[in-house]
């Protein structure tokens, strides 16, 4: 059960576009459509902005996408805004009827 | 409103035990599948644990196999974690929340547990 890898860190102007990766296995990402997104601002709980690859929740901004190719899952923020900043996690279900987190990426808005 | 209270936590010595409650409200929890998801000061999130809606089928990371059980009380919304033989390593904020479509959708606030002599 290795933890998803994450770049450590990102960092992107107010209005550009910014990526995250997301790099499994065969075992979780890239066998199953299961992989969701968080963002954690300091001090607070995580919130789902990405589920089932794709999906948003209601209520979160179109400038956040997820999509996946093979065994990496991406996050990408479109028009970066400065509440945008904060620590980001991904989640893959995995062969083992188990669940797996990223690494976490830190955005940061220059 | 939906309402997650994870409840429990606090300062034990290693080679202890502790039980975490999640009260719930406004979901349907007899419904969920249920986790617990804990965060070391400083560090990343980590899946601990999950249970099916009617408690007949569980899952555990690795690291808590054989020392921690997950549970539920469908009459009562609760769920809950019955943590033994704690490890400096597990001090964390410890989440449950409801899985939704293989995510975590709705997080409580967390109980801050702290394994320490």
């Known amino acids: 059960q290795s933890a998803l890898t994450q770049p450590p860190s990102v960092s992107g102007s107010p209005g550009q576009s910014v990526t995250i990766s997301c790099t499994g296995a065969s075992s979780d990402v890239g066998s199953y459509n299961r992989v969701s997104w968080y963002q954690q601002p300091p001090g607070t709980a995580p919130k789902l902005m990405i589920y089932?690859?794709?999906n948003r929740p209601s209520g979160v901004p179109d400038r956040f996408s997820g999509s996946k190719s093979g065994n990496t899952a991406s996050l990408t923020i479109s028009g970066l805004q400065a509440e945008d900043e904060a620590d980001y996690y991904c989640s893959s279900y995995t062969s083992n009827s188990t669940f797996v987190f990223g690494t976490g990426t830190k955005v940061t808005v220059l | 409103e939906v309402q997650l209270v994870e409840s429990g936590g606090g300062l034990v010595q290693p080679g202890g035990s502790l039980r975490l409650s999640c009260a719930t409200s406004?979901?349907?929890?007899?419904?969920?599948?249920m986790h617990w998801v804990r965060q070391a000061p400083g560090k990343g999130l980590v899946w601990v644990s999950r249970?099916?809606?009617?408690?007949?089928?569980?899952s555990y990371a690795d690291s808590v196999k054989g020392r921690f059980t997950i549970s539920r009380d469908n009459a009562k919304n609760t769920l809950y974690l019955q943590m033994n033989s704690l490890r400096a390593e597990d001090t964390a904020v410890y989440y449950c929340?409801?899985?939704?479509?293989?995510?975590?959708?709705?997080w409580g606030q967390g109980t801050m547990v702290t394994v320490s002599s």
């Open positions: 089932e690859v794709t």
């Open positions: 406004g979901f349907t929890f007899s419904s969920s599948w």
């Open positions: 929340g409801p899985q939704g479509h293989y995510a975590f959708d709705i």
């Open positions: 249970i099916k809606s009617d408690g007949s089928i569980t």
